[in-house]
């Protein structure tokens, strides 16, 4: 089929599978809670991902071309825990890969993927995806990958693919636009305009947490110059990767992708360029979090409120199971009033339900996965929202996202004047709507404790007279001493302080 231009109509298939995989996490990524969480086939991804800012969203922008033939097969996105299931994993490539035989031939698959999953059996999910994907398309088929700034990116998922890229921001506030890139990029390929080749290089070190705000020197030179390469004479698209810190796997660490036309040495050259900038800055990525009863005690005292706590050992968004009682047993101790928290704790929503609105409740919240993360602590307080936990963010939100859905929730107003909400499903604290919809004003309050590191900032930093980084415990810790690695390489900075890198 031929129409204007006289182009081909390209057939487009789009796919996903999204997951950060926290290999210290307790909770295992298991085919029940992606069903439950999101799984998506056909006019489904459109409907959930149409209008969001996602990576999809980006994918998605093709449909307004008249000769692409754009078709959503599956999709499945579950928020950060532990290691995807064998079983998980092999069911839902499986329909990915299905999808694909069924509905080919294909001129491109564009291919919406975190970076950071890991399956039990399969260390590197990303690049064993993309391999597969590139076995039954063959070798002909042009592959546009979108990736998380948090990918731990294996050679596999490059070599694999004909166009890869990642976000630059972080909080994450381009994952549509940088989707999109990639989409062009794919269909330009296509269509002969251009002969992609990527380089990908990853220097031994690790970025710890803290210091991986894009806005924040060092990390925001890194992507000036990022941007800088990005507009040299042939180079098509430059990724400045992260890394996630809590994977224990080989491709651990920050690494950098280069795309370029039809120039090998170019590609190299750029990739090379910034590892070896990102090398020389290693010593200034080490960040510092407070601990949490200084940081209390400044936030209690703060003539200008609220101040927002990052609970960066509870840090949801990196996989943490959201009931860590650290800095909720210490406010308690210390007397701290005006406090908002939020907790995942499904048999105390319906403890609390039962007791109904306006009930006195006196019950023990939190800590229900481990003990890394706390002891439950005694709470009594007036039941003051219950809810079924949905709400909708139109706002600048961390990944783009817009429909939140929390499972069923209740808000308790304790005697310490706290403000407790506690959810049926694990909730990193990304949108002020949490709040106003369960009928707090975030304004009104002294802290407001986020679970999270960088994923809260864009939805609280407007109204926060500050934000502190906690060193709180937990399998997302800054401390990453406190984590045994045992597949990732040696020697690394920072855990091998004289590593060394050669270009
Ligand atoms: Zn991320």
Redesign the pocket.
């Known amino acids: 089929m031929s129409k204007g231009g006289g182009h081909k109509c390209l057939r487009v298939a789009v796919l996903g599978l999204h997951h ?1 995989s926290n290999t210290f996490a307790p909770v295992p990524a298991t085919l029940d809670r992606f069903m439950a969480g999101g799984f998506f086939e056909g006019d489904e991804i459109v409907q959930n991902y149409g209008t969001s800012r996602a990576t999809l969203g980006g994918f998605l922008e093709l449909r307004e071309h008249e000769d692409i033939e754009l078709v959503p097969l599956v999709h499945a996105d579950l928020n950060p825990m532990g290691p995807i299931t064998k079983d998980a994993f092999e069911t839902l490539v499986g329909r990915m890969i299905d999808g694909l035989v069924r509905g080919g031939p294909w001129d491109v698959v564009l291919l919406a993927l ?1 970076g ?1 999953a890991v399956a039990e059996h399969q260390p590197d999910a990303d690049g064993e995806i993309i391999s597969r994907v590139r076995d039954v398309v063959g070798p002909d088929v042009v592959i546009g990958v979108a990736l ?4 731990n990116v294996s050679s596999r998922m490059v070599s694999n693919s004909t166009v890869i890229n990642a ?1 630059m921001t ?1 909080p ?1 506030i381009d994952p549509r636009p940088r989707a999109r890139e990639v989409a062009d990029m794919a269909v330009a390929a296509a269509r002969g305009k251009i002969h992609p080749v990527s380089a990908l290089v990853s220097p031994p070190v690790v970025i710890g947490i803290l210091r991986q705000g894009t806005s924040d020197w060092p990390m925001s030179q890194l992507i000036d110059s990022a941007r800088e390469q990005g507009r040299r004479p042939g180079v098509l698209s430059v990724s400045v990767i ?1 890394g ?1 810190p809590y994977a224990d796997v080989y491709e651990l660490g920050m690494s950098f992708i280069a795309i370029t036309d039809g120039d090998q040495d170019l590609a190299n050259e750029v990739a090379n360029r910034l590892a070896s900038e990102a090398w020389s800055l290693r010593h200034e990525f080490i960040g510092e979090a407070v601990d949490v009863d200084t940081a209390l005690t400044i936030a209690a005292a703060a003539r200008s409120r609220p101040v927002v706590l990052l609970d960066v050992g509870d840090n949801v ?1 990196g996989g943490s199971p959201a009931d860590s009682t650290h800095v909720l047993a210490a406010a308690k101790r210390l007397g701290v009033r005006r406090l908002f928290h939020s907790l995942c704790d499904p048999s105390a929503v319906v403890e609390c339900s039962a007791a109904g609105l306006g009930a006195t409740v006196e019950l023990l919240v939190g800590a229900r996965t481990d003990d890394l993360h706390g002891q439950p602590v005694k709470v009594r307080g007036t039941v003051q929202h219950i809810d079924d936990g949905k709400f909708e963010d139109p706002g600048v939100t ?2 783009g996202f817009r429909f939140f859905n929390a499972g069923p929730r209740v808000l308790l107003h304790t005697d310490d004047d706290h403000f407790v909400l506690l959810t049926s499903r694990p909730m990193g604290n990304t949108s002020r709507v949490e709040l106003t919809s369960a009928g707090i004003d975030p304004s009104s309050l002294q802290v407001i404790v986020a679970k999270g590191v960088h ?1 809260p900032r864009g939805a609280f930093e407007p109204i926060a007279s500050e934000m502190i980084q906690l060193n709180t415990p937990g399998c997302t810790s800054a401390d990453l001493s406190t984590l045994q690695y045992l597949r990732r390489r040696r020697p690394m900075f920072p855990f091998e302080p004289d590593a060394t890198f050669d270009l």
């Open positions: 950060e975190h950071a998380d700034m948090h990918a976000y972080n994450h992260e996630f968004g961390h990944g994923s």
